[in-house]
């Protein structure tokens, strides 16, 4: 059982998902850091509210508080992630395109070298 769980986790999809969730976690992180630090403050101070954008809220009653705030900033962290993974996937889907291109693509050699061997067979043929 051990080496079915050590063939396992040796296989490439696991790593790459491993790496995958490690490089999501730390840019999470930095979207974050970007909402709170830069474009938090940026907002707050074109609407005049707080320095912190997740303090902004809506008070209706003591039990009744909308933190639209923190919501806005839940929002921005997402456009931002989305964004930045609608580039990336764009970026990938261009090199593979071009790849797969390359790959169609017929050498003009080798395809002269296919007809002289073609040739010469047809001749001992002959």
């Known amino acids: 059982m051990l080496s079915e769980f050590k063939t396992f986790i040796m296989r490439g999809n696991v790593l790459d998902l491993a790496v995958g969730v490690i490089i ?7 979207v ?6 830069l474009l938090g403050p940026i ?3 074109v609407t005049g509210g707080t320095s912190d954008l ?3 809220q809506l008070v209706i ?16 962290n997402f456009l931002i992630t989305a964004f930045v993974v609608f ?3 764009k970026v990938i889907n261009r090199l593979f395109r071009k790849n797969k291109e390359e790959a169609a693509t017929v050498n003009p050699e080798l395809e ?11 001749e001992k043929k002959a």
């Open 61 to 76: 009653t003591q039990q009744l508080t909308f933190k639209y705030g923190a919501f806005l900033n839940d929002v921005i």
């Open 87 to 89: 580039l990336l996937i």
């Open 43 to 45: 907002i707050t101070f």
């Open 32 to 37: 974050k850091s970007l909402t709170n630090n």
């Open 54 to 56: 997740a303090k902004l």
């Open 112 to 122: 002269i070298l296919t007809e002289i061997r073609d040739l010469l067979e047809a």
């Open 24 to 30: 999501g976690g730390a840019f999470t992180a930095i």
